[in-house]
C-alpha cells in the first residue's frame, strides 16, 4: 500500500509536529509535481510565495560562486523545504535527477505553524479540540451568566457559514456587525504593531470572537484569519446586544463607589482602559492604567478573588465584558 502524502509530510519541519489530521485540512492547497532532470525548481534571487518539499529524487543548490550542495530526498539534509530561511533564494535549484515535489503556499505553513504552537502553549488538550463546540460554548464562564431563555435564543439566531484556510472573517479597523462561533476548524488572532503583526490568540471550536467591537462599537482592534476549512456560526449586533451584552454587563454608579470598596468581601480593582496617554493626560484617582487593546493578555495576572471596575467610555463595556468572559466579578463605572 502508497504510504500517505501526509505521513510522507510528517518527515519535514513544520509538519512533524502536526496531526495527520492537521495536514489533512491542508491537502486541497498542495501542488503535487514532477520535474524531469536538469530542471529549474527555482532560481537565486527570486521571490517565492511557495515553500517546495523534496519526496523523491536529487536536487543541486547552486550559490553565487557555483558552489553545488546536493540534497538527495533519503538523506538527512532533506528535513526541511529546500532553501526556505529566506523569501528570496539564495540558491539556484537545478533537478539532478526526476524529483517528485510537493509546493505549499508559504503563507498557509505560516499561519497553521503560528496556530499549532499557541494551541500547544494554551494547554488544549486533543480531547478539547475533538469535543462537541455547543458544549464548549455552553459550558463558558461566560454563558453561565445567562439567563436559560436567552441562550436558546441565541442558538436560533446564529447563522451557519462556511469558511476556507486563509478566509480573513473580521478584519482590525473595520466597523463591527457581526460577532461568530467556531463550530469546527481553527482561527489566528492577529494585530499590527509597529509595521509588524503580532500574534495574540489560536482560536478553536467553542471560541467566540469578534464581540469587543459590538460592545464598544469601536473599529475592530485585531483580525481574525482562518488556519483550516471549518464551518462558523455568525450573530448580528440586534441580536448580540439583548441577548448577550445586556445580562452580561453590570454597572455600578461613581456615587456607589466608595461603599462598594469600603464594604466589599474582597478587594476592589478600579482599571482606566483608555489608552495610556489618555490616561497620563486625564488619570482617574486610584485606578490601575490597562489600555482595552492589551487587557486579554493581561487577564492571566490579575487576582480573581478582586470586583474589578472598568472606567474609559465606551471601552469600559467592553472591559467588563472581556472580563466577564473571563470569569471575573466585572462592574462598568457609569
Not at 461566560?142 to 436559560?148: A, S
Not at 470598596?261 to 489608552?275: K, M, N, W
Request: aromatic share 6%; proline share 4%.
Amino acid at each position: 500500500m502508497e504510504t500517505p502524502l501526509s505521513k510522507k509530510l510528517q518527515h519535514f519541519i513544520p509538519f512533524d509536529e502536526w496531526s495527520e489530521d492537521i495536514i489533512e485540512e491542508l491537502t486541497p492547497h498542495f501542488r503535487e509535481h514532477t520535474l524531469s532532470a536538469r530542471k529549474i525548481l527555482f532560481k537565486r534571487g527570486q521571490s517565492d510565495d511557495e515553500c517546495h518539499f523534496l519526496l523523491s529524487g536529487g536536487i543541486d543548490l547552486a550559490d553565487d560562486d557555483f558552489n553545488i550542495n546536493g540534497i538527495d530526498a533519503d538523506s538527512d539534509e532533506n528535513f526541511m523545504a529546500l532553501d526556505n530561511t529566506h523569501v528570496v533564494h539564495r540558491y539556484t535549484g537545478i533537478t539532478r535527477t526526476p524529483c517528485q515535489l510537493v509546493s505549499v503556499k508559504r503563507a498557509y505553513l505560516e499561519l497553521i505553524s503560528t496556530w499549532s504552537e499557541f494551541r500547544q502553549s494554551e494547554s488544549r488538550s486533543q480531547h478539547d479540540e475533538e469535543s462537541d463546540w455547543l458544549e464548549r460554548l455552553i459550558t463558558s464562564d461566560l454563558f453561565t451568566r445567562i439567563p436559560p431563555a436567552n441562550i436558546q435564543k441565541l442558538l436560533s439566531r446564529f447563522e451557519e457559514l462556511p469558511a476556507s484556510l486563509g478566509d480573513v472573517v473580521i478584519r482590525e479597523g473595520e466597523i463591527g456587525e457581526h460577532c461568530y462561533v467556531i463550530k469546527t476548524g481553527g482561527a489566528l488572532v492577529t494585530r499590527k504593531a509597529d509595521q509588524e503583526e503580532e500574534t495574540l490568540a489560536a482560536l478553536g471550536p467553542g471560541d467566540l470572537f469578534g464581540e469587543d467591537a459590538l460592545v464598544s462599537e469601536l473599529p475592530r482592534n485585531a483580525s481574525v484569519t482562518m488556519t483550516s476549512s471549518g464551518t462558523l456560526a455568525r450573530l448580528s449586533k440586534e441580536d448580540f446586544d439583548p441577548l448577550l451584552k445586556k445580562p452580561v454587563l453590570s454597572y455600578i454608579r461613581e456615587s456607589e463607589l466608595d461603599t462598594l470598596i469600603d464594604e466589599a468581601d474582597t478587594g476592589v480593582i478600579i482599571l482606566d482602559v483608555r489608552h495610556t496617554q489618555e490616561a497620563s493626560a486625564a488619570p482617574v484617582i486610584r485606578a490601575r492604567n490597562v489600555p482595552l487593546s492589551r487587557l486579554r493578555e493581561t487577564l492571566k495576572s490579575l487576582e480573581r478573588d478582586f470586583i474589578y471596575v472598568t472606567t474609559g467610555g465606551g471601552r469600559a463595556e467592553a472591559a467588563a465584558y472581556i472580563l466577564s468572559e473571563a470569569g471575573f466579578d466585572a462592574r462598568v463605572l457609569a
